[in-house]
């Protein structure tokens, strides 16, 4: 069982800095991060490689937004630069426990964790 749970969230100013954490329990093969504003469908945000530290990102925080590791390999990180209001959701960071090809489908995620809200205001 893989324990997954988030921190960071909170209230930010539009073009204002916000870091998301996640640590992890347990050994995971990819480490992604989804959002979901409210009367819209959890989508895509970004994902790393656990081992390599390869990363992909969605073309709306393409350039602003940075996730990333520790060395220790327990924790995940969403750096989040020059927020907007549209950034406004509830995040949620998501593990895989198997090597798979697709990191942007939420289905392909295992373990999820409970949420946290971030807020931008203009």
């Known amino acids: 069982q893989v324990q997954v749970v988030e921190s960071g969230g909170g209230l930010a100013q539009a073009g204002g800095s916000l870091r998301l954490s996640c640590a992890v329990s347990?050994?995971?093969?990819?480490l992604g991060w989804f959002r979901q504003a409210p009367g819209s469908e959890r989508e895509f945000v970004a994902a790393?490689?656990?081992?390599?530290?390869?990363?992909y990102y969605a073309d709306t925080v393409q350039g602003r937004f940075t996730i990333s590791r520790d060395n220790n390999q327990t924790t995940g990180y969403l750096q989040m630069d020059s927020l907007k209001p549209e950034d406004t959701a509830d995040y949620y960071c998501a593990v895989q426990t198997m090597l798979r090809a697709d990191l942007t489908i939420r289905e392909r995620y295992e373990y999820w964790g409970q949420g946290t809200p971030v807020t931008v205001s203009s």
């Open positions: 790393i490689r656990w081992n390599s530290g390869y990363a």
């Open positions: 347990g050994r995971i093969f990819s």
